[in-house]
Nanobody, 123 residues
Framework: VQLQASGGGSVQAGGSLRLSCAAS????????LGWFRQAPGKERDIVAA????????YYADSVKGRFTISRDNAASRVYLQMNNLKPEDTAVYYC?????????????????WGQGTLVTVSS
């Protein structure tokens, strides 16, 4: 396993969770990193992404102003702080490492994937 996601759980609407993704066996300090999510019966969509040096960030419109992506290259970790959670945020969340130093919004550009962590938001 090269990426390990954690921090998922069950919360009520309006609550917060912080997802963490740890890299092992290799460093991804030169790679863009992203968080994706997949709800039942839906495609895997980008949530947020960050370039290798955190100079460039991307957020899906649905999470702007509520989610924050950050990375700690020294610790080989990427985080997703999720605030004001909504029931529609319910999904399995995946962290991934891009093939490139910049981020990408396409899942096809991500070579390494974590195993996913479930986030359930109740109304």
């Amino acid at each position: 396993v090269q990426l390990q996601a954690s921090g998922g759980g069950s919360v009520q609407a309006g609550g917060s969770l912080r997802l963490s993704c740890a890299a092992s066996r290799r460093t991804f300090s030169n790679n863009g990193l992203g968080w994706f999510r997949q709800a039942p019966g839906k495609e895997r969509d980008i949530v947020a992404a960050v370039s290798w040096n955190a100079d460039s960030l991307y957020y899906a419109d649905s999470v702007k102003g509520r989610f924050t992506i950050s990375r700690d290259n020294a610790a080989s970790r990427v985080y997703l702080q999720m605030n004001n959670l909504k029931p529609e945020d319910t999904a399995v969340y995946y962290c991934a490492a891009s093939r490139y130093a910049t981020y990408s919004m396409s899942a096809r550009d991500y070579r390494y994937w974590g195993q996913g962590t479930l986030v359930t938001v109740s109304s």
